[in-house]
Nanobody
Framework: VQLQASGGGLVQAGDSLGLSCAVSGRIYPNYKIGWFRQAPGKEREFVAAVTWSGGRPSYADFVQGRFAISRDTAKNTVSLQMNSLEPEDTAVYYC????????????????WGQGTLVTVSS
């Protein structure tokens, strides 16, 4: 499976931004696509994940209802809609894939796309 993230940019605090992850290759129903982010000088952290076959997504606590992850199996994409962005959301955002049931932990993801930079100005 190959993943490619896009959609990053420079926005102001309070704005919204949508990221997209294009997924190609053989995708099994239980495959999970996650979004992670890495701010300068910080560890890469889990943001959200969704199972390719559907079901309830999972979110990091800090999302607090501001972000929404969704998948479009017809277009083979996974999107991350981010609302009410804060300067603390500034980071490089990555999409990644795993067949593991532990999908909030970075080391269980085997496939990674290149990152896309999101910068939120105050």
């Amino acid at each position: 499976v190959q993943l490619q993230a896009s959609g990053g940019g420079l926005v102001q605090a309070g704005d919204s931004l949508g990221l997209s992850c294009a997924v190609s290759g053989r995708i099994y129903p239980n495959y999970k696509i996650g979004w992670f982010r890495q701010a300068p000088g910080k560890e890469r952290e889990f943001v959200a994940a969704v199972t390719w076959s559907g079901g309830r997504p999972s979110y990091a606590d800090f999302v607090q209802g501001r972000f929404a992850i969704s998948r479009d199996t017809a277009k083979n994409t996974v999107s991350l809609q981010m609302n009410s962005l804060e300067p603390e959301d500034t980071a490089v955002y990555y999409c990644a894939g795993t067949q593991s049931g532990v999908f909030t932990v970075r080391r269980y993801y085997k496939e990674w796309g290149q990152g896309t930079l999101v910068t939120v100005s105050s």
